[in-house]
């Protein structure tokens, strides 16, 4: 079918003709550029313009009845027709590579991460094919790169839908304009390009996908044209997307590409039309059968995740999306063998032992027994939180994203109600009794009719929650998603009173009273004469809460929660609330004058994200400073008995205001207390990878925030603006590093110039093509002599920026001055105690050991002008621990060889050699000569080795003390 005939260009040609021949000139522009793709994925089927089109066509099927423009099922507005199609056009364009840019992706620290990380298995297998002894030179060469070529299109593959949008940035021009220059436009066709790639939840960002946006003067539904780009480009299984011409083409082909390939051809029947879609397929291989029912699996899931998001749409809620089903008796997908296929296929699946799961999920999910209390309670809150958006819609007030937004007023009119009573009981066998403690939950939230009871509080693993039934109705995130945290209750108690009651239920049904004495027995049902909506949970407890147990679990869970929680107790009332940020805010004077510390609290409110950053600060002379954490902490606290710090708050985790996770004693003057609400953070079933450290400011919201406090802070600091105040921003970036980059323009290295000192920026930095640095390279244990010396004076008699030890150590650890710069030259300066070494732009020559591990020690080459000096160690903190090792030496000549030897032959012995070689000379190094021997005396057993090619003969050189350390040194 020719595009012109399809009903969706149609209808968009007597919509918009102008949007109309603009796709038409898109066509033409991106045609050429999709054609490039099977140069880096010549492996994969047809992802060119034929593919973009076959996408149109079904996308058209699935929106309008006999591909008849004129009835369509859904009123889309012509902008909204065009962004689907471009998109349809563009959403692949992330996979055209030149080979410019493959070589700077293995260049790339992201390809080194890849290659240690997901890719690590297939890089080794290449690196073990080219070293392999038993291939010829060309074969493992040709084998090596043509893997590594699939490798690399592999890395590609996983980023392409995030490449398509830098893609489109740099070729707007060339790809017609497509967008018209208008800049809402773009963004959305980037935004829909990018959503085939994501993960289905990512769909609910509504900032990204709207269900409603105003452009070029019509309303889009910018979320529901991810939802069709993603169905449509599942729905591409033409046979002729796996041509065998292509195929042959392709060969050779990585061991698992073929049954994509050939899974195409298997299908004899095809049908997708706006309200139901079919397939039936005959394979020949098992392969074949379960990559074709995972993708139709797959399109089956991605249509059911459609329509619970579109079930809550303010546009296009109408829409039903197609019946679509597998495995099923009826189904409308059929995978099945052919008549000459050699497998059988089963729907034998791993089955559970129910005892021994009920046994795991019960008892050993989580941490401390008394655990199943804080899955009560976040059932609680969620329930709570349903029924306070219930009443704000009852009565026409907006809905805020997050519950934790409602007004405060409203909020604590759903209290949750805990107590603890201790009752009698009596054994029915003995007649004896005896005290058990009864714990009561209770909310006002929406409780339970006899369907939601049934079809999710009864059903292990299924979450009303996460249900469809669920986002229709509510907008807000959840705390509660797997449907089995209620199970843990059954490790400390047989015998569970469950008292509900819904408003709202179907047929008026009254509140309900379950009994429960286990998961896997019947349970009791009896009505309640409960008339307030919510569910109140009775535990008789076989375990004991001790004395203020109660409150001190509940307390340390509830730090962010936004509902009031009252804890009756033995006749005494307990009220938690969420914390209050004053109420951390401990200041304090001290034993000194003028001298005071103070925590500041700096909110935070983003997308999904709240809480504060605090900040420790010592305020000496009215001046408040942020670099005497270290001073205040170690310092301060030793020099009296009396002297203490204030209580400063730990780092915090809350998922929905339940802490998680919280750090016992951070170090650094920064903190953050953060609850977050939306989407960015997931939990395991037992929540417990939440106490693991977090990198705070990985997350942009935090991120963003905490740049706009330390810029506000420098922006009015007295001590910043001084001008010698420098470095004061390095004690933040110390504790900070990931802003570094933020912080490019700041002026933060202090150079000299022909003497004159100079502070400048890290950009002004970057761009210099040399630098000098005065370092101390004396013996430590030289360095308690006094300096008698100007070293300053070092920096006289050179134009080129300069750095002294001393400011090098001043600088944060996030700042690395030695990358990708190499020593040429060093020089002896005053006394022979300090080097005068001369930095370029390029790679070191490290020498280094293969496979021998990390020795701490980076060994560079490079020439120093006493040839009878081996090596010494050059700088010693923060920025490195570099060595240099003297190319005009003739033990470092000899080493080199080796290095180059190894990089050139697999020889195990002499790579085992020169390995323990390295580690034995770091330690004379270190020790500035001292403890020579045991190097000396390997050196000299090299020359047993047996069979040694001459070229790593050793020379005859006697290793001494002296060729460590420049001579002066030594007296």
């Not at 094919?129 to 299109?153: H, N, P």
């Not at 066709?189 to 900032?207: P, Q, T």
């Not at 080129?800 to 030695?818: A, C, G, H, K, Q």
């Not at 001459?950 to 002066?968: C, G, N, R, V």
Request: charged share 25%.
């Amino acid at each position: 079918m020719q595009l012109s005939d399809i009903a969706l260009v149609q209808y968009l040609k007597s919509k918009s003709p102008l949007y109309y021949g603009k796709i038409l000139e898109l066509k033409e522009s991106v045609a050429n550029w999709l054609s490039y793709i099977p140069q880096t994925f010549p492996h994969y089927t047809r992802h060119t313009v034929e593919h973009s089109e076959e996408i149109v066509l079904q996308l058209s099927k699935l929106l309008f009845k006999d591909n008849e423009f004129e009835q369509p099922i859904l009123r889309l507005s012509s902008v909204e027709v065009f962004i689907l199609i471009a998109s349809a056009y563009l959403h692949d364009s992330g996979m055209v590579v030149s080979d410019k840019e493959k070589l700077k992706i293995i260049q790339s620290e992201q390809w080194g991460i890849f290659v240690n990380g997901s890719g690590k298995k297939r890089w080794d297998e290449i690196e073990a094919t080219r070293t392999s002894t038993s291939l010829e030179t060309s074969v493992k060469d040709f084998i090596a790169d043509l893997q590594t070529r699939f490798l690399i299109a592999e890395y590609i593959r996983k980023n392409h839908h995030i490449r398509a949008v830098d893609i489109l940035v740099q070729n707007h021009n060339l790809l017609g304009k497509f967008s018209f220059d208008d800049p809402a436009l773009f963004k959305t066709i980037a935004d829909v390009c990018v959503s085939h790639g994501l993960k289905h939840f990512e769909l609910e960002n509504s900032d990204i996908y709207p269900d409603r946006r105003d452009i070029r003067g019509e309303e889009v539904n910018v979320r529901f044209l991810a939802i069709l780009l993603r169905i449509g480009d599942l729905l591409d299984m033409t046979y002729d997307r796996a041509c065998p011409l292509l195929l042959n083409a392709a060969c050779p082909l990585p061991a698992d590409s073929l049954a994509h390939w050939t899974q195409y051809q298997r299908i004899y029947h095809r049908l997708t039309a706006y309200d139901r879609i079919e397939l039936v397929a005959k394979c020949n291989t098992q392969d074949e059968h379960r990559f074709l029912q995972d993708w139709c699996q797959w399109l089956v899931e991605e249509i059911n995740n459609a329509s619970i998001l579109m079930s809550k749409a303010s546009r296009h809620s109408s829409w039903i999306a197609p019946v679509v089903t597998i495995g099923k008796n009826n189904s409308t997908i059929k995978v099945e063998p052919s008549g000459s296929a050699m497998y059988i296929p089963s729907e034998w699946k791993f089955e559970l032992d129910h005892d021994a799961v009920f046994q795991r999920l019960i008892l050993d999910v989580y941490k401390n027994e008394k655990e199943f209390l804080r899955e009560i309670l976040q059932n609680a809150f969620d329930a709570t939180r349903c029924k306070v958006y219930e009443d704000l819609k009852h009565e026409g007030k907006s809905l805020p994203s997050y519950p934790n937004e409602i007004d405060e007023v409203i909020r604590n009119k759903y209290p949750i109600n805990i107590k603890l009573e201790t009752l009698k009981v009596v054994n029915p066998l003995s007649g004896e009794e005896y005290s058990k403690q009864l714990l009561v939950v209770e909310d006002n939230g929406i409780g339970m009719d006899s369907e939601i009871i049934k079809r999710y509080f009864l059903q292990v693993g299924r979450s009303y929650y996460s249900s469809e039934d669920f986002q229709r109705n509510y907008s807000f995130k959840p705390i509660s998603q797997f449907g089995v945290g209620f199970l843990s209750v059954f490790a400390v108690s047989e015998n569970v009173t469950v008292e509900t009651y819904k408003i709202h239920s179907k047929q008026g049904e009254g509140a309900v009273r379950l009994t429960l004495s286990g998961p896997k027995n019947y349970l009791l049902t009896e009505r309640s004469d409960r008339r307030i909506s919510g569910t109140k949970i009775d535990i008789l407890l076989d375990i004991e809460f001790g004395e203020d147990e109660l409150i001190s679990l509940v307390s340390s869970w509830c730090k962010k929660v936004e509902f009031p929680i009252y804890i009756h107790q033995y006749g005494k009332e307990t009220l938690i609330q969420a914390e209050n940020q004053r109420e951390l805010l401990n200041n304090s004077g001290t034993l000194l004058e003028d001298v005071e510390f103070a925590t500041s609290a700096y909110p935070i409110k983003g997308e999904g994200v709240f809480g504060e950053i605090y900040v420790f600060s010592v305020i000496k002379n009215n001046i408040n400073r942020w670099d005497q954490w270290g001073w205040a902490n170690y310092t301060y606290t030793k020099s009296h008995p009396l002297a203490e710090l204030p209580q400063i708050p730990n780092n915090l985790i809350c998922l929905h205001g339940i802490a998680f996770a919280e750090s016992g004693y951070p170090s650094g003057p920064f903190r953050f207390r953060i609850d977050y609400r939306g989407n960015s953070h997931k939990q395991n079933l037992s929540r417990q990878h939440m106490e693991q450290r977090e990198n705070y400011l990985d997350d942009p919201v935090l991120f963003e925030r905490f740049i706009e406090i330390v810029e506000d802070h420098l922006k009015n600091s007295p001590v910043h603006n001084a001008p010698d105040g420098w470095y004061y921003i390095h004690s933040i970036l110390d504790h900070a590093p990931q802003i570094i980059l933020h912080f490019m323009d700041y002026s933060l290295i202090r150079v000299y110039v022909n003497g004159a000192a100079k502070v400048i920026s890290l950009n002004e930095f970057e761009s210099l093509e040399e630098f000098v640095t005065i370092t101390d390279i004396s013996h430590r244990y030289n360095k308690s002599r006094a300096k008698t010396d100007n070293i300053n004076d070092c920096a006289q008699d050179t134009n080129l920026p300069t750095l002294f030890e001393d400011d090098l150590n001043i600088l944060s650890r996030s700042i690395r001055v030695f990358n990708d710069r190499y020593p040429y030259k060093v020089e002896k300066l005053i006394n022979e105690r300090y080097a005068k070494t001369h930095w370029k732009k390029g790679r070191k020559k490290i020498i280094e050991g293969k496979n021998s591990g990390n020795y701490g020690e980076n060994f560079v080459v490079s020439s120093y002008v006493d040839d009878e000096i081996f090596g010494f160690r050059l700088i010693e903190n923060r920025q490195g621990n570099i060595v240099i090792l003297n190319e005009n030496n003739k033990l470092v000549n000899w080493i080199l060889r080796i290095q180059d030897f190894i990089d050139r032959e697999n020889n195990a012995l002499v790579t085992s050699a020169f390995n323990k070689l390295l580690e034995l000379l770091k330690i004379p190094i270190r020790l500035g000569g001292y403890e020579y021997e045991e190097l000396s005396n390997q050196f000299e057993k090299w020359k047993e080795i047996p069979n040694l090619p001459d070229e790593l003969i050793p020379p005859q050189i006697q290793i001494s003390k002296s060729m460590f350390l420049t001579k002066h040194s030594l007296l």
